[in-house]
């Protein structure tokens, strides 16, 4: 959770906002974990082998740069380690992007996937690129690989299969739409490979995917905001 303070008028809003973590059995109250929070960027934390989490989220470090963030906890969620730094993207903006990042455990590997501004071919135009990166020692990451998008991709989420292989979804704005896509990382592969683009003549976007054995189930939001629906389909991995 994400709760920003008011008692600072002279500090701006993201360094006044921390990000807490409690355990829900009672035993312990909530505990602020780190300051400078991008609070519009959503939080995403995954729960590991052996009492393991782990938590993503945007951080504002300083001169407004807001990359990823990340931390462990090896006890249960009881203590969590200094957060470290996903990727040096330095994406510097005034402004909450409204665009965080999501956490999945495959084997021995924690698999961030995020969204941050990078040049376009040319050096002299951005544009927004989803990238993914893994750690397993929980200090450093390997270098970020892009993801397969189009458009403009936002609000990646994350699940494991029973097979090992990770599965990512995003929503994309390209030729005037906004879809829900789809893509796959195999155990064996460097990268994530291929596009399936969700059924949908409406509208789609914010998805959400839970892993059901080798398949992946997927949410998402369709339709215009006044007639908005949630619509599901599976896929057979």
């Not at 999945?104 to 135009?125: F, R």
């Not at 994530?192 to 683009?197: I, P």
């Not at 059924?199 to 914010?206: H, L, R």
């Not at 189930?217 to 339709?223: I, K, Q």
Request: charged share 20%.
């Amino acid at each position: 959770m994400k709760m920003p303070a008011h008692d600072a008028a002279s500090v701006g809003r993201e360094q006044l906002s921390k990000l807490y973590v409690q355990r829900l059995d009672g035993g312990s109250a909530a505990v602020a974990l780190t300051g400078g929070v991008c609070y519009c960027c959503k939080t995403s934390v995954v729960a590991g082998p052996d009492g393991a989490f782990y938590s993503v989220w945007r951080h504002v470090y300083p001169g407004n740069v807001r990359d990823i963030a990340f931390t462990s906890s090896r006890d249960g969620g009881r203590t969590f380690a200094a957060p470290v730094r996903v990727s040096q993207d330095r994406w510097t903006l005034d402004g909450c992007p409204e665009n965080g990042p999501a956490v999945t455990v495959a084997g021995k590997d924690v698999v961030v996937v995020w969204p941050t501004l990078v040049s376009g071919p040319q050096g002299n135009e951005q544009a927004m690129q989803l990238f993914f990166a893994s750690t397993r020692d929980g200090k450093s990451f390997t270098p970020r690989v892009a993801l397969p998008t189009e458009g403009v991709p936002r609000h990646p989420q994350l699940a494991t299969l029973a097979n090992g292989a990770i599965v990512a979804v995003w929503d994309e704005a390209a030729n005037g739409r906004r879809r829900v896509v789809l893509s796959e990382k195999n155990v064996a592969r460097p990268a994530f490979e291929g596009r399936t683009v969700a059924a949908d003549a409406q509208t789609a976007e914010y998805p959400a995917v839970a892993a059901v054995d080798s398949a992946a189930v997927v949410v998402w939001t369709s339709g215009p905001i006044d007639q908005s629906v949630i619509r599901a389909v599976r896929f057979q991995r």
